[in-house]
């Protein structure tokens, strides 16, 4: 879409949560065409960490360097709640400018539930409607944090086929999660590597 | 980008096609109505009070749609995704500003039709509370946004937003409603100025609001 190849980098990252320090010396560097999977137990830090690189939040120490859009994808749809599933994504894929509103759509069988208000939907409904916003931005790098928590079997395949296109593609993908992707080359740390020591906490 | 997300704010604030947003006109009016039944039907007292009445009635109206105005956005992450697309916080806050007027303002001046038969308030009286309805409603509305915005991260923001607006209204209320009882136009040139005042301010100081909220 644009000129430059997309590029992810934190450097030296680190964020707290309230008083407590959650992770501190985190560099990572993502080219594209590199999906890299995050994991850690609830409350680590791995929603702080997305919420940083999305530059939502200012972290304590380090920077996030990107080149490319951001699409991001959490526990937070975006979509107006009292609309038609098929009306609110619309509206962001007016702003987005995306073309194939209905393949995506299509793609995240979400037709039948074209004219469904979203507060209607199950949580896994709502994470596929969720999805086609994130897919209609066609935007290079993604931001998926728990991309697979609430959906069924089928599609959290299709959650890795998607991932394993949009790097293919020349994208980025930073995937926090629990749960394991099939995603063939992506990289993978624990957040819990780069939690301070016991004694440094204290200190 | 704004014009999509005004049509957007304004199809949620709107009445009759938002989530209830009549509330506001609906209360302003059965408060004009209500009042001629407890001080009793006397034109002159009517004529002479309702004025204020009416002031108050539009300032307690605008309390109404505040829980809403920011909160829920927040909570759905709607603005941290136009973040994401590059909109400054600034940039929503105005044109949820300006939704948010056009969603009450407008439609209580036009109540106000109603509202002043019920009340017996004519002629020149009559003019200078139009003027002043006009002139005040966009700073009303400035300061709903930014209490709105400030309280959206509190668990009891809703309750709070009442009692923070009534206060920092008192300038257009004094300015406004004492128009009508010294029937000058100077009064309403302060009510016009303190609304811009307000308008101009409220994008920023709500922006930086938001902003903060994300911190947390």
């Given amino acids: 879409m644009q000129a430059p190849s997309p590029s992810l980098i934190a450097d030296n990252l680190a964020c707290r949560r309230g008083e407590r320090l959650l992770f501190r010396r985190l560099s990572f560097r993502l080219e594209a065409g590199a999906a890299c999977h995050v994991t850690g137990a609830n409350g680590a830090g791995k929603t702080t960490l997305i919420r940083a690189v999305a530059g939502l939040t200012t972290p304590y120490a380090g920077e996030v360097r990107r080149t490319g859009a951001l699409a991001l994808l959490d526990e937070r749809t975006g979509l107006d709640p009292d609309l038609p599933v098929g009306r609110a994504l619309a509206f962001w894929s007016g702003l987005d400018g995306s073309a194939d509103a209905a393949a995506i759509m299509a793609r995240l069988r979400l037709e039948a539930l074209a004219e469904v208000p979203v507060r209607y939907l199950s949580t896994g409904q709502k994470k596929r409607a969720a999805l086609a916003r994130v897919l209609g931005q066609a935007a290079p790098v993604w931001l998926l944090d728990e991309p697979l928590s609430g959906l069924d079997t089928a599609s959290q395949a299709l959650v890795s086929t998607l991932v394993r296109e949009h790097c293919a593609s020349g994208g980025i993908a930073l995937i926090a999660s629990h749960q394991p992707l099939d995603v063939p080359g992506m990289t993978a740390f624990a957040i819990e590597d780069f939690a301070p020591a016991e004694q440094e906490e204290d200190a | ?216």
Avoid at chain 2, 152 to 172: E, K, V
Avoid at chain 2, 177 to 190: I, W
């Fill in chain 2, 1 to 216: 980008m704004i014009a999509a997300l005004l049509r957007r704010d304004l199809a949620q604030f709107f009445p009759f096609t938002g989530s209830g947003a009549a509330l506001p006109v609906v209360f302003f009016v059965a408060v004009a109505m209500l009042f001629p039944f407890a001080v009793g039907p006397d034109a002159n007292l009517l004529a002479k009070t309702g004025g204020g009445v009416v002031w108050i009635a539009a300032l307690l109206a605008a309390i109404l749609p505040l829980e809403k105005l920011v909160a829920r956005d927040i909570e759905l992450g709607f603005f941290d995704q136009l973040r994401l697309r590059g909109m400054a916080e600034e940039a929503m806050m105005a044109v949820r500003l300006l939704a948010h007027w056009l969603s009450f303002g407008p439609p209580l001046v036009l109540a106000t039709f109603p509202a002043a038969a019920l009340l017996k308030i004519e002629g020149e009286t009559f003019r200078i509370l139009m003027l002043g309805l006009i002139v005040g409603t966009p700073g009303l509305a400035a300061i709903g946004l930014m209490i709105a915005a400030l309280t959206a991260s509190l668990r009891a923001g809703a309750a709070l937003s009442g009692l923070l607006l009534i206060p920092l209204a008192l300038p257009i209320l004094i300015f406004g409603a004492g128009a009508l009882a010294r029937q000058d136009q100077v009064s309403l040139g302060f009510v016009a100025a303190i609304s811009l005042a307000l308008v101009a301010l409220a994008p920023f100081a709500a922006g930086a609001a938001i902003r903060a909220a994300r911190e947390n």
